[in-house]
């Protein structure tokens, strides 16, 4: 019901909303009805009395008036009461409650105006819910429980809408006149929807969701339950393409290349897959399938719709510029001490408090994201913010970042990475060897750390053929552990390319051999290499074979 109340005279509006109430309760019908009643009974009496029907009609709206007056449930029904007291042991008047209410509407106000709607709206439909689950005529046998389910909450309008529930229960809570309700809401969200919740107010939990809800602390109560759902895993990904019946018989390869691609994330599986099927020539990488048609954009372009939905077009490209950082603290430093290598700095600032860009790595959805955008960036010829522009300036700011940390060598993975990513190998290579010492899991995992960057590497290229142009700056004098830390620091980095297709059964067997060599001159690192050599092994008989071309030995 949509009102136009006096603005100036609260006593007019008062009336003109008991008016509007007591049509919409019918009650202007009941004084129609008992005026007809009234000439009925005067009509059988024996002596008829000359009553002016304007005199009828006046008492008996005056009689209306009184009972609504006096019984103001009849205007708006047994829920009246609480815009008086609203759970809190108020005794405001409800009709007065209401015409703000309508003023704040009519106000076309931000804010707080607009936050005091919401508030009151959502405390009365909490307080709705509360009243059928206590006095339905079922509700003995219901539990006190509600569930609401909402997709997609990243949008504004899902994320007003929890806010404000969180935010009238808290409110309630802080004054002491919580009232349990009985709902719960399961929103999905891509990462954006708690990205400015404060992680006190967040609790984990994890699959199966029975039990780790039964071992929370009953003494700790978030307003704000997590759960991430499970990505599918190289199985999983193998039946979706088995049962696509796809002219090939390299199911488990695709399925291991589709998985290495997007991690398993649902959403992105779905699209590439549907990618594939609709592909009737042979290709040779997936980046082949990302520039292909899917309902008239690019299945890249449909990629990045699935991840980026909500962002402004305008923060779109600072957002490919971002990506190459490897952390959100090191994507922001970047938009506001290289203000010049953005066209909206203060927009993607924004931007990058909320993006999912950034979460735990076991996070594959935000790594797919960001390779999809660092694939954008690689593709750059031309302006400021190009490929080897960021990436300098990230290494080096990457040690100033770190520089009151006592771990150094996180410093230096950041710093090795970009490096990397900027096709220096030669640096990163002699670095690894000097730190080649220590504990092998330590080493290992800097290594690992630092080939799995993304870089700008020709997919159609055969990999002995690149990993002999990587390690060309090797020379007669270099020691046979540098030149073996080299080439496997090559072969790891181009293993790692999620575009390369061919050759990756001869690619792991080589780095196989690489780590072979090197417990030549690290025995006592023996068990852990042997650990990595049996890794790779198994990845070779994973691809049997090329996809599509003759497998290098």
């Given at each position: 019901m949509r009102l136009d109340l006096s603005r100036d005279d609260p006593g007019l509006a008062r009336k003109q909303a008991t008016d509007a109430l007591k049509a919409h309760r019918r009650l202007d019908q009941m004084l129609d009805i008992l005026e007809e009643a009234a000439g009925t009974v005067t009509g059988l009496t024996p002596i008829q009395p000359q009553i002016p029907s304007s005199m009828v009609r006046g008492t008996l709206s005056l009689l209306v008036d009184g009972m609504t007056r006096w019984l103001p449930r009849l205007t708006l029904g047994r829920f009246q009461d609480w815009y008086g007291h609203r759970d809190r042991g108020l005794q405001d008047d409800p009709i007065s409650t209401l015409v703000g209410l309508n003023r704040w509407a009519h106000s076309h106000a931000t804010g707080g105006a607009q936050q005091r709607i919401?508030?009151?709206?959502?405390?009365?439909?909490?307080?709705?819910?509360?009243?059928?689950?206590?006095?339905?005529?079922?509700?003995?046998?219901?539990?006190?429980?509600?569930?609401?389910?909402?997709?997609?909450?990243?949008?504004?309008?899902?994320?007003?809408?929890?806010?404000?529930?969180?935010?009238?229960?808290?409110?309630?809570?802080?004054?002491?006149?919580?009232?349990?309700?009985?709902?719960?809401?399961?929103?999905?969200?891509?990462?954006?929807?708690?990205?400015?919740?404060?992680?006190?107010?967040?609790?984990?939990?994890?699959?199966?969701?029975?039990?780790?809800?039964?071992?929370?602390?009953?003494?700790?109560?978030p307003w704000w339950l997590r759960c991430r759902l499970d990505d599918l895993t190289v199985d999983e990904v193998n039946l979706m393409v088995t049962d696509l019946s796809l002219d090939r018989d390299d199911d488990h390869q695709l399925a291991a290349l589709i998985h290495q691609f997007t991690g398993g994330h649902p959403g992105a599986t779905r699209i590439m897959l549907e990618a594939i099927t609709a592909i009737t020539t042979r290709w040779r990488s997936l980046a082949e399938v990302l520039d292909g048609d899917s309902g008239g954009v690019a299945v890249e372009e449909r990629l990045l719709q699935l991840f980026l939905d909500g962002v402004p077009d305008e923060a779109r490209e600072d957002l490919i510029t971002c990506s190459a950082a490897r952390t959100r603290h090191q994507a922001i430093e970047l938009a506001v001490r290289r203000r010049d290598l953005f066209t909206a700095p203060?927009?993607?600032?924004?931007?990058?408090?909320?993006?999912?860009?950034?979460?735990?790595?076991?996070?594959?959805?935000?790594?797919?994201?960001?390779?999809?955008?660092?694939?954008?960036?690689?593709?750059?010829?031309?302006?400021?913010?190009?490929?080897?522009?960021?990436?300098?300036?990230?290494?080096?700011?990457?040690?100033?970042?770190?520089r009151d940390e006592r771990d150094t060598r996180t410093a230096l993975t950041a710093e090795l990475a970009y490096a990397l990513a900027d096709g220096d190998i030669e640096f990163v290579t002699r670095k690894l060897d000097q730190h080649a010492v220590g504990r092998a899991t330590t080493w290992l995992a800097m290594v690992e750390a630092v080939t799995s960057v993304p870089g700008r590497l020709d997919p159609y290229v055969e990999h002995t053929v690149q990993a002999r142009g990587l390690t060309s700056w090797l020379g007669p004098g270099d020691e046979r552990q540098?030149?073996?830390?080299?080439?496997?620091?090559?072969?790891?980095?181009?293993?790692?390319?999620?575009?390369?297709?061919?050759?990756?059964?001869?690619?792991?067997?080589?780095?196989?051999?690489?780590?072979?060599?090197?417990?030549?001159?690290?025995?006592?690192?023996?068990?852990?290499?042997?650990?990595?050599?049996?890794?790779?092994?198994?990845?070779?008989?994973?691809?049997?074979?090329?996809?599509?071309?003759?497998?290098?030995?």
């Open positions: 919401d508030n009151l709206m959502s405390a009365a439909f909490l307080a709705d819910l509360r009243h059928e689950f206590a006095s339905s005529r079922r509700s003995v046998g219901w539990s006190l429980n509600c569930v609401a389910l909402l997709d997609n909450a990243d949008s504004d309008l899902a994320r007003d809408l929890l806010e404000t529930l969180v935010r009238v229960r808290g409110d309630d809570l802080d004054h002491g006149y919580a009232v349990p309700d009985p709902l719960t809401v399961v929103a999905t969200s891509r990462g954006r929807l708690l990205a400015k919740v404060n992680r006190a107010d967040q609790v984990a939990l994890s699959i199966p969701l029975v039990d780790s809800y039964k071992a929370l602390n009953r003494r700790v109560q203060d927009l993607v600032i924004g931007e990058l408090r909320e993006s999912p860009m950034w979460l735990p790595r076991d996070e594959w959805g935000p790594t797919v994201l960001r390779r999809l955008l660092l694939r954008r960036l690689a593709g750059r010829r031309d302006g400021a913010a190009t490929w080897s522009v960021v990436h300098r300036w990230l290494r080096e700011a990457s040690p100033l970042e770190h540098l030149a073996c830390i080299a080439g496997l620091v090559a072969r790891l980095w181009i293993a790692a390319d999620p575009f390369r297709d061919t050759g990756r059964r001869g690619l792991h067997r080589q780095i196989a051999r690489d780590y072979d060599e090197l417990a030549l001159y690290h025995p006592e690192w023996d068990d852990e290499l042997y650990t990595q050599k049996n890794r790779h092994q198994q990845l070779a008989r994973v691809w049997s074979a090329g996809l599509h071309q003759k497998e290098t030995p």
